[in-house]
């Protein structure tokens, strides 16, 4: 066995002396072992692609969403298997994986747990494993991430909090597996691969990553007051309970027209469509991973 860490500076300042801990913990394992650090924005992935090459059967990312999505989204469709060390805010696909968030205990279960296969979204050919979304959301992903000189969930709050006062829905068409929906009033529609967007917040309560589908969820726009006494059913499950304001719909290919010039997030990351068109598929059993076993919540 050899494992291949990659890991984003930033994470340092929860966890100190990151590659120190990792390489005493490998002292005296017959284990292959290396670590590099990202440099910049996408080097995650070509870390990861070089890992595969070299023949490493484990890569590892350490960090947050982001670098999960870069180092994974290089392991599509290879025999290699993602590792993950949890350092994120969200952390979305440790927390759909049923992942300690715990550095000692999500290093420890590296070791004993078994690999298994997840699916994968595609999002205008980028990859995706947690979720691909327009809408409110995708607007604080972009003000999040080209405004916020900090990382964390209380920048986020502040992002989304000012937004949701001057959100202006537009109309939107979609169509799953060939149906056509017009849907207005819209805060946000998503497609999510897992059950979680990060955060423990459970928008597809149903989703599985290895169902072979995309769950498609729509969030109407509503006033402050119905959207904060929902938002409890965010985090613990219930959304389904409020048909007035959430909806879901499974589908393996989703086509979104929201109007030219639309942002778009995949895992957090924020992407522009000039045409407005955003085409979305699943690739299943795609990435193979590190993980505990599936755990039927």
Not at 31 to 51: N, V
Not at 67 to 82: C, F, M, P, V, Y
Not at 248 to 262: F, H, K, M, Q, S
Request: aromatic fraction near 10%; glycine fraction near 10%.
């Amino acid at each position: 066995m050899s494992y291949f860490f990659i890991i984003n500076p930033n994470a340092g300042k929860r966890h100190s002396g990151i590659k120190d801990r990792l390489e005493k913990y490998f002292s005296g394992r017959k284990l292959r072992f290396e670590a590099e650090f990202t440099r910049a924005r996408g080097h995650a992935s070509e870390l990861a692609a070089r890992a595969v090459i070299a023949g490493f059967t484990r890569v590892v990312a350490v960090g947050g969403d982001g670098t999960i999505r870069e180092t994974a989204s290089a392991l599509i469709g290879k025999d290699a298997a993602l590792g993950i060390l949890p350092c994120g805010s969200g952390n979305g696909l440790a927390r759909n994986l049923y992942m300690p968030l715990s550095f000692d205990a999500a290093l420890k279960g590296l070791l004993e747990w078994p690999v298994r296969a997840i699916d994968a979204g595609l999002a205008n050919g980028h990859p995706f494993f947690c979720a691909a979304g327009v809408g409110l959301d995708a607007e604080v992903a972009h003000d999040f991430n080209s405004r916020s000189h900090s990382r964390g969930i209380f920048p986020y709050v502040w992002h989304a909090a000012k937004r949701i006062f001057f959100y202006r829905p537009q109309p939107l068409t979609a169509r799953l597996d060939g149906k056509r929906l017009e849907l207005e009033s819209l805060l946000l529609a998503a497609a999510l691969n897992g059950m979680q967007y990060g955060g423990g917040a459970r928008m597809a309560p149903g989703a599985y990553l290895d169902d072979g589908q995309l769950d498609f969820c729509t969030v109407k726009k509503a006033s402050l007051l119905k959207l904060l006494a929902v938002l409890p059913a965010l985090f613990n499950g219930k959304l389904p309970r409020h048909p007035r304001i959430y909806s879901a719909t499974r589908a393996r290919l989703i086509e979104l027209d929201c109007g030219r010039g639309t942002w778009y997030h995949l895992d957090g990351e924020d992407l522009f469509s000039e045409d407005g068109i955003i085409k979305i598929s699943i690739l299943p059993s795609a990435l193979k991973v590190v993980a505990p076993k599936p755990c039927n919540v």
